[in-house]
């Protein structure tokens, strides 16, 4: 997974979430709900960052911890969804 969407998401978390700091950032694979890190409105508030900020489409049925539980889940799900759009057929 790309360094990039890692950190970017991490940013993210940090100034939305920890409100700066960086000292209480959760390691990649920490769970950001049991931690509380995050709640129901955060996630939302995430799929709109990542929406925007990595111009992706987040389907309803995608938004499940297997792809928003921590840090690392995040930037697979974005990388996947990227990698697909950028192999999907031209029209698709």
Not at 65 to 71: A, C, G, H, R, V
């Amino acid at each position: 997974m790309p360094q990039s969407i890692n950190a970017d998401i991490r940013a993210f978390i940090i100034e939305n979430f920890l409100f700066g700091d960086a000292a209480d950032a959760p390691e990649d694979d920490a769970s950001l709900i049991e931690n509380d890190i995050v709640d129901s409105t955060g996630i939302l508030e995430m799929v709109s960052f990542l929406e925007e900020h990595f111009a992706i489409d987040v389907a309803d049925p995608e938004i499940v911890p297997e792809n928003f539980d921590t840090i690392a889940r995040l930037s697979a799900f974005v990388a996947g969804k990227k990698k697909a759009r950028e192999t999907a057929p031209a029209g698709a």
